[in-house]
């Protein structure tokens, strides 16, 4: 652990990891079955569904956070200065909110 | 780029299992945050109506697109596999028996692989 306050993120990375084993299992099970993209009819019932919609938003966040925090244990390897440091947590944060926000907007925005 | 070459000179003086899951874990990891602004783009197309998304989504529906489709299934299996055996040694304790928990991830991995191997074609 690099510091006294890691406790949260480290098991945060664990708990959602978790989440996104089971999630993405079944969002490949169902929607990828066989390979290939699905077709817009089968998306289009997912984006009208409340339960797919919830089950996406919570995949998204719960992807964003798992992969922004490990792309920040990566970069905490580097043993960089104290500036990069807090510029690269800032990008971070910017990306993590600017993908949310997307994201949420295509899950929730769609109407037949 | 000096802590790049230090990383690979530490990889090299440590090599082994242990090692290689790390670094994998590491790469698919990076690759596959990259991957997810890809797949939420692509996504958007559905906003363009059925023709539009269609048209996008049957780009990956060539032999190029289902081998980078396994490829990425196989990128998400051994950065779960690996997640799993790691969360489980740390949880447990299980520090003793992980030589056996890294056969059993690669089995599983191995039998994913194998077992999902039709997407290629």
Not at chain 2, 41 to 67: C, I
């Amino acid at each position: 652990m690099t510091n006294g306050s890691s406790l949260w993120p480290w098991l945060l990375q664990r708990v959602s990891g978790l989440l996104l084993s089971t999630g993405v299992i079944v969002h490949f099970w169902t929607l990828h079955d066989g390979g290939g993209p699905p077709v817009y009819a089968e998306v289009a019932a997912r984006l009208v569904s409340p339960c797919w919609v919830s089950f996406y938003i919570l995949l998204l966040a719960a992807l964003l956070y798992h992969g922004l925090n490990g792309l920040w244990a990566v970069f905490l390897d580097f043993d960089t200065g104290h500036s990069s440091k807090s510029v690269f947590k800032t990008t971070l944060y910017v990306i993590g909110a600017f993908a949310f926000y997307t994201g949420a907007t295509v899950l929730t925005g769609f109407s037949p | 780029m000096e802590t790049i070459r230090q990383i690979i000179n530490e990889i090299k003086l440590n090599f082994g299992a242990e090692v290689v899951s790390f670094t994998l874990h590491r790469v698919t990891g990076i690759a596959l945050v990259c991957f997810l602004f890809l797949h939420i783009w692509t996504l958007s197309a559905v906003f363009q109506g059925p023709e539009a998304f269609n048209t996008a989504a049957s780009k990956f529906d060539s032999p190029a697109g289902h081998f980078m489709e396994y490829m990425l299934l196989l990128a998400v299996i051994a950065h779960l596999v690996n997640g799993v055996r790691i969360t489980l040694i740390e949880l447990f304790d299980l520090t003793a028996v992980q030589g056996r928990l890294q056969l059993v991830s690669v089995g599983v991995f191995v039998f994913i692989a194998g077992y999902t191997i039709n997407i290629l074609f």
